[in-house]
Every structure is written in structure tokens, then in C-alpha cells.
């Protein structure tokens, strides 16, 4: 698996705590630092999956992304791949760019921040796009021939009520491209500390919406997925049969990634590492041989932890093949609570989040955590 950080964004939207910039730097900078990493860290390992993640690595021009592909094509074995994704921003998707894009034979999943296809839950989040942009950009990417999109949509933006969020959901249903849909990343709005939205919180000038209203969100949102024919593979993602995102699902199983940018993280099995978020070190650090970065090893007691907190987000659940055998007993006794509760199930495997579960699966984590 490869993750390539892409960390420019047209400007900044209120509620972001991505490592990103606004504002046009040197991209072609980046971009050479980015395809220098790719070259030092290249490895003979199959790669399956690779994911184009940011800000906005749409933002990249066509012969930028070009020569990021050709860094990859050249220094990894890409004969396996089975999904290359890129993240895009609506207003980036014209049919020229996307025609382009397909012409290069790699990207073949687009996970598009549409966030609402409302005018003005956009404004009051400072998107740049608008709702009928919004629109487009699915039907261009359909038109250009890409046939599996994702897109991102926000739960409990300040203002909404649960009518408004489904005007959303009728909008996706009545996209006319909308089969090319085939995944749904369905985030609950969280504030960041020091975002201009916890700002705007503080001093009144917006408001979130009350509890009971994201609970009959996520109530219009199940109903919708069951009526579009969408299963829930996490608390936040849904999809069409077959069409879970493979990148995303490998992060939640541990397995080993690549991350190559500033601000990007790696993991072998055992370490996390991740480099500097910042743009100025990352370029002249590569320049230099040496990409500036920090790690940790985790211990057992973390990497059960790390399994613990990802498992109990998805619907597989934890998997007791996957827990030392020496914490199973203890694990046993510390999830009945939960079951009697109706918010996990017992299977022969392990132990199953139901709905209502992944709803409380942080909580219920942390109180399964070892220390
Ligand atoms: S486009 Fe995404 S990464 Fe960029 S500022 Fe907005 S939320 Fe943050």
C-alpha cells in the first residue's frame, strides 16, 4: 500500500485539521521532493493499493501527477495494483482535467469532498465549490469513463437540520450519474481545537446542531443506504457490494504502508513513522538525501490497542485469532457489559459491533484498552 500526501488546498475550509496550505506555493518543488522520496524508499514489494490523499491532490496539474506516476511505474512493481485513488475537490474535475487523467491508465477510483449539495451549508463551511459544481463533477467524471467514485458527504454541519440533510441524500439519489457512486464516507463534522469553526463556536456566530438531530441523521442516512442498496463497512463508510475501499479497509487491518510527503505516515508492522509536516524541511530535506522524520515502535500492549480501537469500527469486528491469547480471557469478561447492552454480538470468531455499537465504538475501546 502507498500514500502520497499532497498538501495544497485552494484555501482553507473552516473546520480542516489536515496538514495543509492555501494559497499558490511551488507545487513543482513538491512534487520533485515527492518523486525523489518515492525513489529513495522504493522497494521490490508488490504494490496493491495506492491513494493519492491531501489537501487537494487534485489541485496538481496533469503533468505533476504525470510525473508522480511515472516515479512510481518506474521505481515499484505495480503489476498487481488493484485500486488507485485519487482524492478531488469539485471544482478542480472539468472535463478536460478528467479526460486527462483517465488518459494516464492509473487513477481508477476518484474519492470526491462534495461535503453537501447545499449552497449554503457550503458557505457556512467556506468551500469553494458550489452545490451545482458539486453536480458536475460526478457527471464529468462519469463522462470521462470512471466508473467507481467515492464521495465524501458531512454529518451535523452549524445549521443543519435533519431535513436539510436529507435534501443531501435526495440530491446524491437524483444524480443521473449516480450509479457510478459507489461508495459513501458519511463523516460526523468534528471540531478541531484552534479551527476557525471552534472559533466561530466560541463567539456565537454559528451553531451546531443539537444531538437528537445527528441521531436522526444517521437514522435517514441507514434508510437511505438500505432503500440505494449501500452496506455499512464502518461507522463512517458505505458501499455498494464490493466496493469497500481496499486502501481504507487495509489501514483498519494493520497492514504495512508506505507513506511518502510531508506530514505522511508509515507503517511496517511494528513502527510508525511519519515525516515532517512541513513543506520547506520536506523539499529541502529530500534535496539533501534525507527526508526529516520521527517514529515510534509500538509495543504489543499498543499494537492490540491500535487492533482494538480500528476492529471495533467495523462491522468484522475483532477477529480473537488476532488478540494474544494471554489477554482472550480477560477480553471475554470485559465485553459482556456490552453485549448485555445489545451493542456487541458474540460469534464464533470473536466479537461483532452491531449498529448501534459502532455508534459507541471509541467508547467502547477505550474501555477495552490494556494499560
Ligand atoms: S479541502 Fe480538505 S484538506 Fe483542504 S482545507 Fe478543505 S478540508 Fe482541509
Known sequence: MLYLHIPFCHHKCTYCGFYSVAGSRDRDAYVGALCDELRMRSSQQQLKTVYFGGGTPSILSLQQLQRIVDTIRDNYDTSALQ????EANPENLTPSYLDGLAAMHFVNRLSIGIQSFRDDELHRINRVH???QAREAIHNAAASGFENVSIDLIMGLPGQTCDDFQTNLDALASLPDVEVVKHLSCYELTV?????LERQLRMGRLALPAEQTLVEEYGKLYDWCEVHGFEQYEV???CRPGYASRHNSGYWMRTPYLGVGAAAHSFDGTCRRWNVADIQCYVDGTA???VPFEEEQLSERDAYN???MTALRTVDGIDLERVPPSLRERLAMAVKPFVRQGLLTETPQG???????LLHADGMAATLFEV
Do not use: D, H, W
Open 83 to 86: 485500486e488507485v485513488t485519487l
Open 130 to 132: 458550489s452545490a451545482q
Open 192 to 196: 478541531e481545537e484552534g479551527s476557525i
Open 236 to 238: 463512517s463508510n458505505f
Open 288 to 290: 539533501q538525501g534525507t
Open 306 to 308: 491500535e487492533y482494538l
Open 351 to 357: 466479537y461483532k459491533p452491531t449498529r448501534g455499537g
